[in-house]
């Protein structure tokens, strides 16, 4: 598995990110992204359970992350995400969090998403549809001086 880069500041990658998650992704060079992560007791929602929204968050970040897959700079957004909550996540315990590719066609995406407990049982899953980021929204130029690069 390699490295995928993080940036400074989103909320689910930016390591400098001082409320952020700071997920660390790794792909397998084909159509697979992971991360290992124990969300902490401050994204909860219910008690001891993270919070829905979290969690959401976390699986658009791992399953958009496919498109990274080869070529770190091609950026993606989500147009479309389905979720559905199998089983409550418990904060501060050990997650997989895995993104599939399911097809790239053009400048639309398909790609799926779990998050794994402990056993293996997947909690969450998500179906998302994406699509390249606009032109307008296109960074010109060194995307590591904007602190988008793989951390040490």
Known sequence: MKRQPNSSDCFVCGLKNPV???LVFYDNGMD?????????????????VAHGG??????DE????????????HFMMTVKMEVKYRRPVPVETPLVIVGKLVKMRGRLGQATGEVRLPDGT???????????????????????????????
């Open 20 to 22: 952020g998650l700071q």
């Open 32 to 48: 697979e992204v992971r991360c290992e992560y124990a969300i902490p007791s401050q994204y909860q929602g219910y008690p001891g």
């Open 54 to 59: 979290v969690v959401a968050a976390i699986l």
């Open 62 to 73: 791992a399953s958009g992350r496919v498109a990274m897959i080869g070529d770190h700079n």
């Open 122 to 152: 997947v909690a969450v899953e998500a179906w998302l549809t994406l699509a390249d980021l606009p032109d307008n929204l296109q960074v010109e130029g060194d995307l590591e001086s904007l602190g988008w690069k793989v951390y040490s």
